[in-house]
């Protein structure tokens, strides 16, 4: 798999969708803080599919769907400088990870998104506060934020 794709919308659109495209590796999924939220994930590496959607170039991936998981996405902005810094950054974030993909959006070559798994968002947390660069203080990552999804 060299891309990935993201789309949201209603749970009834989002059927629809896998419904009319069995041959995909769509996975459905909600929203935690907003339980009418819903997110299409396409894994099968194939051009879009989706009218309004999300494109990401795969960076970086230790990655294997697992149904029970929590999903948490976090989403980040950097320039060129900082994409530079993140290159030797990139190796201490990821450390510890047991399940993610790294993307870069295919039509904004700036933003980036890691998708993680985790057995409970207490993990997630924990992950997350041992890395000081994710802190606002920093200039470094600063334009970041996080959604997190349960698979239906």
Known sequence: MKNFN?????????KQIIVAHPERQLKLLISLSDRENFMLCD???LPTIFKAGLSYQIIEQKFVWLEKSFYCFDYFKLNTIEQKEFQSLKRILLDNLNNYLLGQQSQHDFEFVIISSWQTLKDYHHWKNQRSFWETKTEFLNSQYTRVFKAI
Request: charged share 15%; aromatic share 16%; hydrophobic share 40%.
């Open 6 to 14: 993201l789309t949201f919308g209603s749970k009834e659109i989002l």
């Open 43 to 45: 894994f099968s590496g």
